[in-house]
């Protein structure tokens, strides 16, 4: 287990996603400041993990490419989970 600077744990077969007190304006504008740093291709019209079509489900997706690309899962917004939230043929790295 590392530990980032913020404290959250960084732990081996993890995942980040919205926790239940985020607001959905907040997870909105995470989408979009997510989608210039990473590639959310998946989440777009036709792409494995566009359904749900929902603000929350693009953003647990958003929120896991940014995990995975800084080890780093924002608090305000994310949480920290240990069980796979892949689904169908949306597979979360």
């Not at 693009?58 to 069980?83: E, S």
């Amino acid at each position: 287990t590392n530990f980032e600077p913020n404290g959250e744990k960084v732990l081996a077969n993890s995942w980040c996603i919205s926790n239940i007190q985020a607001s959905q304006d907040s997870l909105l504008g995470l989408i979009n400041y997510g989608c210039g740093v990473v590639d959310c291709s998946a989440i777009q019209p036709g792409g494995l993990c566009y359904d749900p079509n929902t603000i929350t489900s693009h953003a647990n997706y958003v929120l896991n490419l940014i995990y995975v690309k800084n080890r780093t899962c924002d608090w305000h917004v994310g949480m920290v989970v240990q069980i796979d939230p892949s689904y169908g043929n949306c597979k979360y790295p």
